[in-house]
């Protein structure tokens, strides 16, 4: 298959453009975070070993105002979340996967990280 350099271009562009996205989404997500949460618990655990490099976290988070969590800042997350493994993919677990939910009496975010190594 043959490129021409024009091509090559449009696909670095959208790529570029892609990441640009991504990121902004991500800082947006850290900012609120930061700004209206604070950190309640954080288990973190090495299923295998640590060497190896997998990962499982979980992570509650409650409002700073002790406020119910927002269907909309839930949403914000879950959606960012659902572009990640769209865009990875059966590789997105490699890169880290991130799934957001909200506890049952609505109070607080729980975030569930886990990253899986290739060997």
């Known amino acids: 298959m043959k490129l021409t350099k024009n091509q090559l271009r449009k ?5 570029i453009s892609g990441l640009l ?23 973190t655990s090495y299923p295998y070993r640590r060497s190896r490099g997998d990962i ?6 409650k409002r700073k105002d002790g406020e119910a969590i927002p269907d909309q800042d839930l949403k914000m997350i879950q959606d960012y979340e659902s572009d990640f493994l769209q865009k990875y993919g059966s590789f997105a677990g490699f890169r880290g996967v991130y799934e957001t939910t909200k506890s049952e009496d ?6 569930k990280y886990s990253k899986t190594s290739a060997g």
């Open 11 to 15: 696909i670095i562009k959208e790529e």
């Open 21 to 43: 996205i991504q990121e902004s989404s991500s800082k947006e997500i850290q900012d609120l975070l930061e700004k209206d949460y604070e950190k309640v618990s954080e288990q």
């Open 56 to 61: 499982r976290r979980t992570t509650v988070y």
């Open 106 to 111: 609505g109070m607080s975010l729980i975030v």
